[in-house]
């Protein structure tokens, strides 16, 4: 539970900030890791692992790395969760194109258009809801 799951994290200027264990279950985890450029969050919840990223600006709106990807890359909102390694793939791929969405100047317009693909991830879990949110 540490940055040595992602060196490369470490390499990129991350330290962790802290590790939290034993959530709803026992195998919970998650850990908070901060750089120059944003703060990280992973860990495993529920059987489920997440991966999700903060603007130093506005640390404590998290924003899924799957949407990250999704705008960066135009792709079409899911609902399910994708593969670890494929956004481990992303994150160290285009740690440089996240770093300019997430900088202090990008950022609003970043918040904008992610919690635009929220919405839509709602909408399609919640379908008869649709105009609630």
């Known amino acids: 539970m540490d940055t040595r799951k992602y060196p490369f994290l470490e390499k990129k200027g991350f330290t962790v900030t802290s590790q939290l264990s034993g959530g709803y279950l026992p195998n919970d985890y998650v850990v908070t890791l901060e750089s120059p450029y944003f703060f990280m969050k992973y860990g495993l919840e529920k059987f489920t692992a997440f991966m999700e990223i903060s603007s130093i600006s506005d640390k404590d709106n998290w924003h899924d ?50 919690n635009d693909l929220v919405q839509i991830r709602l909408q399609q879990m919640f379908p008869g809801l649709k105009d609630r949110f």
């Open 65 to 114: 790395l799957a949407l990250v990807k999704a705008l960066l890359y135009n792709e079409e909102v899911s609902n399910k969760k994708p593969d670890t390694a494929e956004l481990e793939n992303f994150l160290q791929t285009d740690f440089d194109k996240i770093k300019i969405l997430f900088d202090i100047t990008n950022y609003p317009q970043t918040k904008e258009k992610l």
